[in-house]
């Protein structure tokens, strides 16, 4: 039988070298994206993954990286002021296969139908970072929220899996997740960053997840804990 294939765009980062390392576990043949300088940071699977250099917002190395995959994992940042996050979902968006399975990376601050509810304490930390972000233009909080909106809009199968806090350390299991931010079982905010790159692939194979927006949790956090499984 073929292996199923996959692209990974943003592999270099830490989330992506995650989920190269799951998606190789699971025998995929793994296809990754990744910016000229970062090439390096992939040397550890050299042999065993092919790696295709070039900004990731560039149509033109998405549309080669993408060819021939049954599903595209995509870590969006929101890095710069020249819309890398919107470019980037955009590219995977028309250039991805009819059919294949698309997840993309973001945070809580993401939201899909306006009805999270989020700490006070989160919503003040989003504005200073968005406005500091834009003040340097180093970060532009707002081009991941038109890249989410893209995807959102689109008929392609896709998956927005939202990051609480993340943390490193030893993966706890698959997170937990909910529709919605204020939702009890997330109130811990924290996941290992290991477990959020699981979630992703995961989500590769459950077509549960096909237009859902999950803000995850780790699994064993205070939170998680003391709400049951539905
Ligand atoms: N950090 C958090 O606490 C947090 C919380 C919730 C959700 N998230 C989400 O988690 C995902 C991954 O975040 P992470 O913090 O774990 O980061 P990460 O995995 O280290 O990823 C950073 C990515 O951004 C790229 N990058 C860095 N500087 C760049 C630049 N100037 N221009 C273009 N690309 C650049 C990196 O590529 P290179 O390897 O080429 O540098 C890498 O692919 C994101 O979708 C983020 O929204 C993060």
């Not at 996959?6 to 296809?31: F, N, P, T």
């Not at 955009?90 to 009819?98: C, E, G, I």
Request: aromatic fraction near 6%; include cysteine.
């Amino acid at each position: 039988m073929n292996r199923k294939k996959i692209c990974i765009v943003g592999a270099s980062g830490k989330l992506g070298k995650y989920m190269v390392q799951l998606a190789l576990d699971r025998g995929y043949e793994v296809v990754g994206v990744c910016r000229d300088r970062s090439a390096g940071k992939l040397d550890a699977f050299r042999g065993r993954i092919t790696v295709i250099c070039g900004a990731t917002n560039d149509p033109e190395v998405i549309r080669r990286a993408v060819a021939g995959c049954d599903g595209v994992l995509t870590v969006l940042v929101p890095w710069g002021v020249h819309q890398y996050s919107s470019g980037t979902a955009q590219a995977v968006l028309d250039h991805a296969r009819p059919g294949a399975r698309l997840i993309f990376s973001c945070g809580w601050h993401i939201s899909r139908d306006g009805r999270d509810v989020y700490p006070r304490t989160f919503k003040a930390a989003v504005k200073a970072a968005s406005w500091l972000g834009r003040l340097v233009r180093a970060v532009d909080i707002d081009d991941q929220v038109e890249a989410c909106r893209r995807v959102f809009a689109s008929d392609t199968r896709w998956t927005v899996v939202r990051g609480s806090d993340l943390e490193e350390g030893e993966s706890q299991g698959l997170p937990r997740w909910s529709s919605h931010v204020g939702d009890p079982v997330l109130e811990s905010n924290i996941t290992r960053r290991v477990d959020f790159a699981l979630f992703m692939v995961e989500a590769l194979e459950n077509n549960e997840l096909v237009h859902e927006a999950p803000a995850i949790v780790g699994c064993r956090t205070p939170s998680a804990l003391a709400t049951t499984t539905t």
